[in-house]
């Protein structure tokens, strides 16, 4: 029951999307309705700005640490401990909160990895803030990371169980993309719909 609980309640957390809260202090919009229409923090950096993208990308990152800090504290399974950080990340990506629309779960299962592999995440955090500053390209700066973080696990963790986690979460978050790009395709096509028959009756 124990074990339940933490899961459930490391989804809870995921579930908190500060994008939309950030989009809505900062600029009193919903994140959800401009650019790529994602919830998450490159999104935020885009069209909320650089302030409010820094303080999602902190707390979407504490989301996972978090889930795995607490799971740590009161669970020694670790297999209940990586299915925290799983929970986290699907809560990202579908918050019950906010109506199962969030984001793709890149910060917070880079919060799950500082949680688990501190050193080799915060080595690739620093590769990844260098790429960023030097050409801004956060699609190449997201594959860096976890190629970054995989490179320097081997190098440092040589755990079998991080790799097999590394490469279910890197499954999971490709899931998580394949979905939303095809959800937001979905609203798109209906939005276009809408004003088509709203044109249409205004004529």
């Given at each position: 029951m124990r074990d339940f609980l933490l899961i459930v309640f490391s989804y809870l957390v995921g579930s908190i999307s500060f994008a939309y809260i950030a989009s809505r202090i900062f600029k009193n919009i919903d994140i959800r309705t401009v650019g790529d229409r994602n919830a998450g923090v490159a999104n935020v950096f885009r069209h909320i700005g650089i302030t409010a993208g820094i303080f999602t990308a902190v707390a979407d990152i504490g989301k996972g640490t978090i889930a795995i800090f607490t799971a740590q504290l009161f669970c020694a399974n670790n297999i209940t401990v990586l299915l925290c950080g799983i929970a986290s990340i699907l809560g990202h990506a579908w918050p019950i909160f906010f109506g199962f629309k969030g984001g793709r779960g890149v910060a917070t299962t880079t919060g799950v990895f500082l949680a688990l592999m501190p050193l080799p995440t915060f080595l690739s955090l620093m590769v990844v803030t260098l790429i960023i500053l030097k050409t801004g390209n956060m699609t190449f700066a997201v594959t860096a990371l976890f190629v970054s973080i995989l490179t320097f696990a081997a190098l440092i963790e040589k755990s079998l169980m991080f790799f097999l986690y590394f490469l279910l979460l890197g499954f999971l978050l490709k899931v998580i993309d394949v979905v939303i790009d095809?959800?937001?395709?979905?609203?798109?096509?209906?939005?276009?719909?809408?004003?088509?028959?709203?044109?249409h009756q205004k004529v």
């Open positions: 095809k959800n937001l395709s979905v609203g798109e096509l209906e939005e276009s719909n809408h004003l088509r028959i709203h044109r």
